[in-house]
Each structure stands twice: as C-alpha cells, then as structure tokens.
C-alpha cells in the first residue's frame, strides 16, 4: 500500500529524523526510509485549506525499529492508501457490449 505524506512542523521532521539515526545509531534498525517535501506539491496539499503556518513539510517515512529484541516491528509516518483495483469482467458480460 502506498503511504500518503503528512504534513509537519520543522520541528517534527527533525525529531523523526533524530528517531531514525537513534535506532541506526544503537544497532535497532537496518533498513526504511524517509522522505519530506515541500508542503505544496501539486499532488498533495492545499495551500488554500492547509495552515501555512503549522505546515512546513510533508512526511512520508517507514524504518525497522525494536531489532535488538528480536524482529522487531516497523514505524510507519503517513497515510496508508489503499490500492483499488477494478476485478475484470467476465467474458459473458464483455460480448453482451458488443
């Protein structure tokens, strides 16, 4: 599935980004990743509705955590979208178009 970014303070980036290298750092985490842009990126965002002020990216991040335990889990920042997928048609039901 993939993950929709959400908006963030600079100050929130930086404390994900601090988590990250804490778990690289102690040996707790081996893979992930993370990604933030700017806020207003046609695909997502609305500089019309969104609070410029409390926004100054988005955040999209997953990255193993809890591997000195054992397997661990993962931490997932963002939205998961599901995928839709439209089932095919049936052959009957294509040559009834026709």
Request: with cysteine; net charge negative.
């Amino acid at each position: 599935m993939p993950l929709v970014p959400e908006p963030c303070s600079k100050e929130t980036l930086l404390a994900i980004l601090d988590d990250v290298r804490f778990h690289v750092e102690q040996d707790d985490s081996f893979e992930g990743f993370v990604e933030y842009t700017f806020p207003w990126a046609e695909e997502m965002g609305d500089p019309e509705t969104d609070d410029r002020d409390e926004i100054d990216f988005r955040v999209k991040a997953s990255y193993r955590i809890g591997n000195t335990m054992g397997q661990g889990g993962m931490r997932i920042i963002g939205k998961m979208q599901a995928e839709m997928r439209v089932p095919p048609r049936p052959d009957s039901a294509a040559e009834e178009d026709r």
